[in-house]
């Protein structure tokens, strides 16, 4: 086999890009041979994009039972995710899902069991783990050269969205369509990165702001605080009305600091000594630990969301790595169910959480969630990402 059968269910922002890039070539090993999507004008797009009598369906699980795609790519509104990546596979089908992998994680935990019990590729779209710089520090931490994690601090407000852009989707914005906001829209991929080199943390403190800065339901300003085992603690800050916005990602470890700023230049500030022995040895009192600090050097590759296809092809193909294997989805949304749980309930919520407490809580909101009429506009998806992570 050359060529994998590709079809994308859901053609708004994203899928959009995922079509013109697969379409064009871009994605060796990927033939892109059916798309659906409910919306009548995303499949009128299609049609004046797509070749004359190319396969457009109305629903993504008609693509999935038409026998004409071996692979699909799924990026539909995010309660979709689950159920549909379910019926891919047990369809025989090879499935990569767009971010997040769902809205809560016991319904993400169905989707792992099933992935888990078949012999399909399954992936997830965590483009940012292609980047450089990140790949470099999850490199650098998990050799151990420089000491157990101390503190994590992650502010994250330049995913700046207008009110246009919350009233483009019906679904948009709201408990019973999106689930979430800032979180669980924008912010998979940072709370990905965060788990993926610093771990999982033990204790979650949360305030999520519903609609402070927008005329949504859902959040659009965060801050949070959280405790490791080993006693590190972060904080992760984001916003999705900040203008100026920052993206600064600090994590120190017992021998030095590592920083990223405006997604540019990856620093390390190394100490000659521990600090744990510095501290217990040094004779003054404001005496420094010595310190010397360098540009990291990368490979500078950063292959974005057609570098997770191209890998997702060659698993498919060759057996070869994916960026991230989808079963790790459940990761980063545990990290943002818990923010959202601790601050609907205004307590510190310790993980694992009563996954079935949050779906309880979720519900309430879901139950008085309002219905919203949308402008239908699709905007290009390229500006987000060369302004957020």
């Known amino acids: 086999m050359d060529n994998v059968k590709f079809g994308i269910i859901g053609i708004g922002n994203m899928g959009t890009v995922h079509t013109q890039s697969v379409f064009s070539g871009k994605v060796p090993g990927l033939e892109l041979t059916a798309v659906a999507d409910r919306n009548p004008a995303r499949r009128e797009w299609a049609k004046g994009y797509l070749p004359a009598g190319f396969p457009i369906f ?221 501290c217990k040895t040094a004779k003054g009192g404001f005496d420094q630990p010595p310190m010397n600090q360098y540009n990291v050097e990368t490979d500078g590759s950063n292959e974005e969301h057609n570098g997770v296809l191209r890998a997702f092809a060659g698993k498919i193909l060759h057996g070869t790595p994916m960026v991230a294997e989808g079963t790790e989805g459940i990761h980063g949304l545990t990290f943002s169910n818990a923010m959202h749980l601790s601050s609907w309930l205004n307590t510190t919520v310790s993980l694992p959480f009563d996954e079935d407490l949050f779906l309880e809580e979720l519900n309430k909101r879901r139950a008085q969630s309002k219905h919203k009429t949308a402008t239908g506009v699709v905007f290009d998806i390229g500006k987000s990402y060369n302004s957020g992570v």
């Open 58 to 278: 109305d629903e993504g699980v008609e693509l999935i039972q038409s026998g004409l795609v071996q692979a699909v790519l799924i990026a539909t509104p995010h309660y979709d995710h689950p159920p549909l990546t379910i019926n891919a596979i047990n369809a025989g089908l090879h499935v990569m899902c767009e971010k997040p992998a769902g809205v809560h994680v016991k319904h993400v935990r169905e989707m792992n069991e099933t992935a888990e019990k078949s012999d399909r590729v399954f992936g997830l779209m965590f483009n940012q783990r292609t980047n450089c710089n990140y790949r470099k520090m999850h490199e650098l931490v998990h050799s151990g050269k420089y000491g157990a994690i101390k503190r994590i601090s992650w502010i994250i407000t330049n995913w700046y969205r207008t009110q246009a852009y919350y009233d483009s989707g019906g679904w948009r914005a709201t408990w019973a369509g999106e689930g979430g906001g800032v979180l669980l829209n924008q912010c998979p991929h940072n709370l990905d990165l965060l788990q993926w080199i610093c771990g999982m943390p033990d204790k979650v403190r949360a305030f999520c702001h519903n609609g402070k800065w927008h005329d949504i339901e859902v959040e659009d300003d965060v801050t949070a605080y959280f405790e490791y085992s080993n006693g590190a603690t972060g904080t992760f800050i984001t916003s999705t009305a900040d203008a100026p916005g920052t993206n600064r990602f600090e994590i120190t470890l017992e021998k030095g600091k590592l920083v990223i700023e405006n997604n540019k230049n990856l620093i390390l500030q190394e100490l000659e000594v521990n600090e744990r022995e510095f």
